[in-house]
Nanobody, 126 residues
Framework: QVQLVESGGGLVQAGGSLRLSCAAS????????MGWFRQTPGKEREFVAA????????YYADSVKGRFTVSRDNAKNTVFLQMNSLKPEDTAVYYC???????????????????WGQGTQVTVSS
């Protein structure tokens, strides 16, 4: 069974940076697009960023475009989310997820992902 484990969350001041990692326990990691989502209490999980299986194509929510960068290292079965110029409104639990189908185009919908990590808390203080 595939498992995703996020790390790298924490408390940071506004304007600071954090780098999230998501390690996958599968040898087929390079066949799947990966996504990052975030959720705050009382709100639905929202799309943040996604990367194609090869890493050649990336997609971002408008709210993070120009500040966040998604990347992956298929040799290490790991996907990253570099977050710069953080704002208090970026505070959330961040989740990584694996696309439901291999070699599919990255998608912004949560229903397009079938394996999720446990989440890592990111808190940005003002």
């Amino acid at each position: 069974q595939v498992q995703l484990v996020e790390s790298g969350g924490g408390l940071v001041q506004a304007g600071g940076s954090l780098r999230l990692s998501c390690a996958a326990s599968t040898r087929t990691f390079s066949s799947y697009a990966m996504g990052w989502f975030r959720q705050t209490p009382g709100k639905e999980r929202e799309f943040v960023a996604a990367v194609s299986s090869s890493g050649a194509n990336t997609y971002y929510a408008d709210s993070v475009k120009g500040r966040f960068t998604v990347s992956r290292d298929n040799a290490k079965n790991t996907v990253f989310l570099q977050m710069n110029s953080l704002k208090p409104e970026d505070t959330a639990v961040y989740y990584c997820a694996r696309s439901r189908y291999s070699y599919s185009r990255p998608n912004v919908e949560t229903g397009s992902y079938d394996v999720w990590g446990q989440g890592t808390q990111v808190t940005v203080s003002s």
